[in-house]
């Protein structure tokens, strides 16, 4: 017998003879002095001798039992025999463990889980396909002013919205809405409501879950911003239809000083008068081109401009271009050259008049930025995809102008494709425009399916790059004459 069998022993034995010696302290004083016992007195003893007995049988019960324990391990031990107790003691100690650990990062999990749950500002719950509250976060409680346990069992918002039908049988697995509520102060707040499903391991729904985000700030900051734009639209177009308006209006009184002052030229004048006359027709000249720059910007940012679409040959646009400029870039002593690559079709089809007015752009500033050396035009074609009446090609015209002038500081370069902005913004500069020619380039270029870009290096010159989509039919894809690929145009001083 071990030493605890031992101890418990004692104490049931100490327990039994206390009981027996108690009841012998109520029956002998009464026994000795002659006196009738009273019924309390037998139900009393009654009451000790009965728990006696129960002391006595637990304590068989229990010898009795571990008896039949110690059987069992005895027959255990013959039926295996090579069984090593000790290591199944081990492993049952050890999965014990296993099962504690386990249980205990299980409640880290939950613990981290609420905590994420908790700290989050969305509205999160979960319920029943009834619609009946299983579970509400901190914030949900809050928005409603209601505590967590009168809420649980209640109807849950996206139900008493109406956003969910009550007899729609089952629910969506998955839903997103939009609904406004009122908060506890009846304040309307918009929120965005994402409904899924809680399925278990055989894929029957548990529950449901639904999380409320308030987007009633980034709602109003879109409606702010769409006035806003709608706002900034309209002034837009209320300058350009202004500009349109008053630079249309300018171009005829204009032209009336224009027109009168070349026939004042032609009247006899001294030389003095005569060249007041000049700068008169010089001036009105320079305000008519910025007039007309404004005018064509103005359509531009407005949307109004139309590109036709029109076919005709790059020959005769380069040959207008070297016309139009050679005797101004004679009178300062510059060459200027055009270039046509091989494989330039015949004819393309795209807007003659503004690609004209783009090189017009770019090579009246080479001429005025460039004092010695030349101006080269160059044009290269770059098939593309076909279209789907198979007669017409799509074709990217690649146009460089080339000069050799005083070049751009890297850091200007940024720039020369803004409205009214200049290289040169000093009062001592010598060349002068009104800074629209590149940004209208620009505009003209994206208009028409390309862009532009610039390579400049001081005191060597600079390269505009441009491309503008265009297209050809089939039968007009015969590349120039070689003869016809390079046209050279001399200017001498």
Same mark, same amino acid.
């Given at each position: ?18 009981? !027996?010696?108690? $009841?012998? #302290?109520?029956?002998?004083?009464? %026994?000795? +002095?002659?006196?009738? =016992?009273?019924?309390? *007195? ?63 990062? !299980?409640?880290? $999990?939950? #613990?981290?889980?609420?905590?994420? %749950?908790? +700290?989050?500002?969305? =509205?999160?719950?979960? *319920? ?366």
């Amino acid at each position: 017998m071990s030493s605890a069998q031992r101890r418990k022993t004692v104490l049931i034995f100490a327990l039994a003879i206390a009981l !027996l010696a108690a $009841l012998a #302290a109520i029956i002998i004083p009464p %026994v000795t +002095d002659g006196e009738e =016992l009273s019924p309390q *007195y037998y139900i009393l003893c009654l009451a000790i001798i009965g728990c006696v007995l129960l002391v006595l049988g637990g304590y068989v019960w229990d010898r009795s039992l571990m008896q039949r324990l110690r059987d069992m391990s005895r027959q255990s031990a013959s039926l295996a025999p090579n069984t090593d107790h000790d290591e199944i003691h081990d492993e049952v100690i050890g999965l014990a463990r296993k099962i504690e650990r386990m249980a205990q990062s !299980l409640q880290k $999990l939950e #613990a981290s889980y609420r905590a994420v %749950v908790e +700290d989050q500002s969305d =509205l999160i719950c979960r *319920y029943t396909p009834e619609g009946k509250l299983t579970f509400v976060n901190g914030a949900y409680a809050r928005f409603l002013g209601r505590k967590r346990l009168e809420l649980i069992g209640q109807p849950c918002l996206p139900l008493t919205a109406g956003l969910i039908a009550p007899d729609q049988s089952p629910l969506p697995d998955a839903a997103v809405f939009e609904h406004t509520s009122n908060d506890s102060n009846q304040a309307p707040v918009l929120h965005s409501w994402t409904h899924r499903s809680i399925k278990d391991s055989d894929g029957h729904v548990i529950e449901y879950q639904a999380v409320g985000h308030d987007i009633t700030a980034r709602k109003e900051a879109e409606l702010a911003l769409v006035a806003a734009k709608e706002a900034a639209e309209s002034a837009d177009r209320a300058k350009s239809e202004f500009l349109a308006i008053v630079s249309h209006e300018i171009r005829t009184p204009i032209n009336g000083v224009i027109g009168f002052a070349k026939l004042l030229r032609d009247s006899s004048l001294t030389a003095e008068q005569r060249s007041f006359v000049d700068m008169i027709t010089s001036s009105g000249q320079t305000l008519e081109t910025l007039i007309s720059d404004i005018l064509d910007l103005s359509k531009i940012e407005a949307g109004k401009i139309e590109i036709e679409h029109a076919p005709f040959s790059m020959r005769d646009c380069m040959d207008e271009i070297a016309a139009l400029f050679g005797p101004r870039a004679r009178e300062v002593g510059l060459t200027i050259t055009t270039s046509i690559a091989p494989g330039m079709p015949v004819l393309v089809n795209s807007d003659h008049n503004r690609l004209r007015q783009i090189l017009s752009n770019l090579v009246g500033n080479a001429i005025k930025f460039t004092e010695k050396g030349g101006i080269t035009i160059s044009v290269a074609a770059a098939p593309e995809e076909f279209f789907r009446d198979g007669i017409n090609r799509a074709v990217r015209l690649q146009f460089s102008v080339r000069d050799t002038g005083i070049g751009i500081p890297s850091e200007k370069i940024c720039q020369l494709f803004r409205p009214f902005s200049q290289v040169d913004t000093s009062a001592k500069r010598r060349r002068g425009g009104t800074g629209l020619g590149l940004i209208i380039a620009k505009r003209l270029c994206e208009r028409m399916g390309g862009a532009i870009s610039v390579d400049s290096r001081v005191g060597e010159g600079s390269v505009f790059y441009f491309s503008i989509l265009a297209d050809y039919e089939l039968s007009h894809g015969v590349p120039p004459l070689a003869a016809d690929c390079a046209k050279k145009v001399e200017a001498t001083s």
